[in-house]
């Protein structure tokens, strides 16, 4: 079975502080990983991806993620938020390069200015 | 310019109504998806169509069918709306890196 947890719903960080978005995923495998951001009244958009490699995947807007086969992690980071990165953001997992997507059920950041 | 458009962005219905949401891209991508999005589930897989007239089941279709008779429309269907229906849709489709996600529409089932 494959699954995507995102434990917080919602994280307050003031603007200039470093962030952290927590993801762990349940997969017997390595799975193909992935965070969306969703802004107000949009849809889903990609910030960055993971399939295999270097585990520090850089992605837009100075995003990064880092993967831990043995955390069953994919956390979300970012050195200095800006009040724009307020949003939703998704963690989600697919098995392989033709699976399904499996989204967690996200994370509200609100960057306080 | 790559979109998926969705159509309308709001729509009022009420329960024992049929309802058509409506979704089309630009891309020529074969894959197309609906999702439904509600608090605290993320998003949950209602349909994939593969191609025209090649649909499958995703996680949640009951209540819900679809219907793709041209790679670049995918329309979701709703015969006799139920209030739990109550949510917001997304459509997408599949690139060779990501998905590609409509603005959504926001669905209220009286």
């Known amino acids: 079975a494959q699954s995507v947890t995102q434990p917080d719903a919602r994280v307050t960080v003031s603007e200039g502080a470093s962030l952290q978005l927590r993801c762990k995923y349940s997969y017997s495998a390595t799975p193909y990983l992935f965070w969306y951001v969703q802004y107000p009244r949009q849809g889903l958009q990609l910030l960055l991806k993971y399939y295999s490699g270097d585990p520090v995947v850089q992605g837009v807007n100075s995003f990064e993620a880092e993967f831990s086969k043995s955390n069953s992690s994919f956390h979300l980071q970012k050195a200095s938020v800006h009040w724009s990165d307020s949003a939703v953001y998704f963690c989600?997992?697919?098995?392989?390069?033709?699976?399904?997507?499996?989204f967690g059920a996200g994370t509200q950041l609100i960057v306080i200015p | 310019d790559m979109k998926v458009t969705q159509m309308p962005r709001y729509l009022i219905k009420r329960m024992g109504e049929n309802v058509l949401l409506e979704c089309g891209q630009d891309m020529s991508h074969e894959t197309m998806y609906w999702y439904r999005q509600d608090p605290g589930l993320g998003l949950q897989l209602i349909y994939i169509?593969?191609?025209?007239?090649?649909?499958s089941e995703g996680d949640i279709p009951k209540g819900y069918r679809v219907s793709r008779k041209k790679r670049e429309h995918f329309s979701l269907i709703l015969d006799s709306a139920k209030t739990n229906q109550t949510s917001v849709y997304f459509c997408a489709s599949k690139g060779a890196e990501t998905l590609y996600f409509g603005s959504g529409t926001r669905l209220t089932v009286l």
């Open positions: 169509s593969y191609d025209v007239d090649s649909n």
């Open positions: 989600a997992l697919r098995g392989s390069a033709l699976g399904r997507l499996h």
